[in-house]
């Protein structure tokens, strides 16, 4: 966007700072709104979209700390995250500066300011802004990528570079970042979009089902064989096959997969007849393949085979005000989805988001802030709604303390929120914010 198109706020007790920046500021952009009052900013906000804010940190000249300046700028960007704020202060601290540009300002300003430098700063901000857009990731009407992060916007870029182009693709990263997501939305952006989009979970399949789920089988290739099946590779024919979870595949199936690679053909279990197949391969992980190479757990063939390009998708602790944004995304979601009014977040409510770490990325996110909308009473989501779940919780702990008891601690909390769900896996599994894979996975590791 350029300045002459921006729509501008700006919010200073000082009445000459209002009078000197809407002199400065009409005749280069579209419009400028003026405001002596904070209080007036909700009202406002409501009402109208604004490009950027201009922001004040002090009021009524009687704190110099800036906390009101980072209180104003948390409400705005609750209440509208796409909205950039620039700081403006007349004490320049370098802390300050800092702290807020960590909670989310644009820029932050030093009176008295140099107008060149401000009408700089503004269309910095404006040309940046135009730069997310772009780059916003629609998957379908439903769902999007949301991320307007430094770190997801160059996965946004490589995503866009690669998705029509026929590569595989190798997607990296920990449970929860949006893989999954990012996988879909590689073929919905493809030219195969039309043909189908065929997910396995091969880090769940057994040596037995890995063979007949992948490749198919003839009636009575084996006693419950009753009739042909198409495999999965078969299914995807023309389209995207997605294997999740490849780091979990035993030295034996990566062997079967290989050869089907590289030979582009499958053979049901019970035919001698070699199928041809024409799929675009992505797959994923929360492993590192170099690791296990190193240990002799994966292929070192397979891995340059599956990874014609990597996108390693960061975790949401190093995505900035993605969290903010996520949180509006899934509050409003989830809201409507159980029919309750539009929320607000409050300053603590935000405050306590921040401060968690977030080991379960997106997913747990999503899931504490369904449980949040559930339990809110009136139309402000509060501190007190937020609850992360244990299992979570006990990674985190997990990083930091790597006492050996921690296995026994998190089998005792699997079976004490399974019991609660009276054996329900899907019910626990939310509960506990992992997916049903991760569960099984632990059930089977404590033999449960
Ligand atoms: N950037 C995002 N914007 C909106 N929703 C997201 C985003 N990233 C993840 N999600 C949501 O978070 C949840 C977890 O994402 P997803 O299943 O894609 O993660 P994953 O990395 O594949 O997890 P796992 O490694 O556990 O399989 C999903 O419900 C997904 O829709």
Excluded at 75 to 89: D, E, F, Q, R
């Amino acid at each position: 966007m350029q300045l002459k198109d921006a729509h501008i706020l700006v919010i200073d007790d000082d009445e000459d700072v209002l009078t000197a920046l809407r002199l400065l500021l009409k005749p280069q952009v579209k419009q400028v709104v003026v405001e002596k009052n904070p209080n007036a900013l909700q009202g406002i906000l409501s009402k109208q979209d604004f490009d950027v804010v201009i922001l004040d940190m002090n009021y009524n000249g009687l704190v110099n700390t800036g906390n009101e300046g980072i209180f104003w700028l948390n409400k705005i960007k609750s209440w509208k995250p796409a909205t950039a704020v620039m700081l403006i202060t007349a004490y320049g601290d370098i802390d300050l500066a800092i702290r807020s540009l960590k909670e989310g300002a644009s820029d932050f300003l030093v009176k008295p300011w140099k107008n060149e430098k401000l009408l700089e700063s503004i269309a910095e901000i404006l040309a940046k802004k135009k730069k997310a857009g772009a780059q916003k990731i629609k998957l379908d009407s439903e769902t999007q990528i949301i991320g307007d992060s430094e770190p997801m916007q160059e996965v946004f870029v490589k995503l866009k570079k690669v998705a029509p182009t026929d590569a595989n693709v190798l997607v990296l990263g920990e449970n929860g970042t949006g893989k999954d997501l990012i996988a879909r939305s590689i073929h919905e952006n493809s030219l195969r979009k039309n043909k189908p989009f065929v997910k396995v979970d091969v880090g769940a399949l057994t040596e037995s089902l890995f063979e007949s789920e992948l490749f198919g089988y003839k009636k009575g290739a084996f006693t419950d064989a009753r009739e042909d099946r198409k495999g999965r590779f078969e299914a995807a024919d023309g389209g995207t096959l997605f294997l999740d979870e490849i780091g979990n595949i035993s030295l034996r199936q990566q062997a079967r997969l290989l050869t089907v690679l590289q030979n582009r053909q499958v053979t049901p279990l019970g035919s001698n007849e070699p199928v041809n197949i024409d799929i675009r391969l992505i797959c994923a992980t929360n492993l590192s393949l170099k690791d296990l190479a190193d240990e002799g757990k994966f292929r070192k063939d397979l891995i340059y085979r599956i990874n014609t390009v990597d996108l390693m998708i960061p975790p949401l602790r190093d995505r900035g005000t993605d969290l903010s944004l996520l949180a509006q995304y899934f509050v409003k979601l989830y809201a409507e989805k159980y029919g309750k009014q539009a929320f607000s977040l409050d300053p603590g409510f935000i405050k306590k988001l921040k401060e968690h770490a977030f080991p379960g990325n997106v997913r747990e996110l999503q899931y504490a802030l369904e449980r949040a909308v559930i339990m809110a009473e009136g139309s402000i989501l509060v501190a007190e709604d937020l609850a992360f779940s244990p299992i979570e919780q006990q990674t985190e702990t997990e990083h930091k303390l790597k006492t050996t008891n921690l296995d026994a601690v998190e089998k005792n909390t699997i079976l004490r929120v399974i019991e609660k769900n009276k054996g329900n896996i899907s019910k626990s599994a939310k509960e506990l914010g992992i997916t049903r894979t991760a569960l099984y996975r632990r059930l089977n590791k404590y033999d449960l």
